[in-house]
């Protein structure tokens, strides 16, 4: 459990950066399972069924469905490649983002430029003739459009930031965004165009983020305000310890409790003459404060 007890330590102490590369690293080695099993037991059904679970659908009877998707498609990949770059991507620029902001801005950047792109997919499968055959059946996955929304937000919120790149030197990281948008939303757009409109809404959102924050409006406090109320929902609360004292059995039992309580007074009182009330304990202090109040 030495390695189990490492990775959960990693996570608890890490940044919300480090947070969102596990989960996504998590949820990839669930799937990865589930298509073992799937192979294992010859049905391939467990592993579809798993990631239409957790898959966003472009048809809007599907997402009535599960609207939770809207959310767990942002963590889920099932090729190894896909995982890899967008973790790359989200690292280094996410590293970036935290140095010039904070660790709440970027996980709501992350969630909401998420849910653009989702949208941006839904609406778009919706409503251009292209994929009328194909939304009943269409589903993104992936984080890419999230990630899209981080590298887009802070080299907007930024722009001149420099980026030391192999063989091509220091590049603005506005250059560097527009580059990673243009090869990836816009080259071949017919081959997976789901992905590249989610890609677009994301990288939309976070050009717009970031020109409200530098203008003093951050449109990512709602996501914090969902995310602080359902930590508020699922933080289990104090249980309330209550003692009660066993009352004396009988005359003498009470007789020699009270002997005991009054020679620990006397004690306390003897201590006071000597050294004087600075010279009790808290303890010692407590005592003579609850024996003074039951007098009154």
């Known amino acids: 459990m030495g390695l189990w007890n490492d990775i959960k330590g990693s996570f608890n102490r890490g940044s919300s950066l480090t947070k969102l590369i596990y989960i996504n690293l998590g949820v990839f080695i669930a799937i990865s399972f589930a298509a073992i099993a799937g192979f294992l037991f010859t049905n391939p059904l467990i592993d579809e069924n798993t990631v239409r679970f957790l898959a966003v659908p472009a048809s809007l009877p599907g997402l009535a469905m599960r609207p939770w998707t809207l959310i767990t498609y ?12 967008n973790m790359l991507w989200l690292y280094w620029f996410g590293t970036i983002f935290l140095q010039m902001l904070d660790q709440r801005k970027l996980v709501s950047v992350y969630l909401t430029g998420g849910i653009c792109g989702a949208a941006l997919y839904i609406l778009s499968f919706n409503i251009f003739p292209a994929f009328a055959g194909i ?22 919120y930024t722009p001149d930031y420099p980026i030391n790149l192999l063989l091509l030197g220091r590049v603005k990281i506005k250059y560097m965004a527009l580059a990673i948008l243009v090869l990836t939303s816009f080259m071949d757009f017919q081959v997976n165009s789901g992905g590249k409109l989610a890609h677009i809404g ?43 004292r066993r009352p004396p059995a009988n005359d003498h039992e009470y007789n020699k409790v009270k002997a005991d309580r009054q020679a620990e007074i006397n004690a306390i009182l003897d201590k006071i003459s000597k050294g004087g009330y600075d010279s009790l304990t808290r303890e010692e202090k407590d005592i003579l404060f609850r024996e003074s109040q039951s007098r009154h």
């Open 135 to 156: 939304v009943s059946e269409s589903v993104a996955i992936g984080a890419s459009a999230s990630v899209m929304a981080v590298v887009v937000a802070i080299a907007a």
């Open 74 to 85: 942002m963590f889920l990949h099932k090729d190894i490649w896909h995982i890899l770059f």
């Open 202 to 244: 994301g990288a939309i959102f976070g050009y717009v983020y970031a020109m409200k924050l530098r203008q003093g409006s951050d449109l990512g406090k709602w996501t914090n305000a969902v995310i602080d109320w359902c930590a508020t929902l699922l933080k289990p609360r104090k249980k309330m310890k209550v003692t009660y």
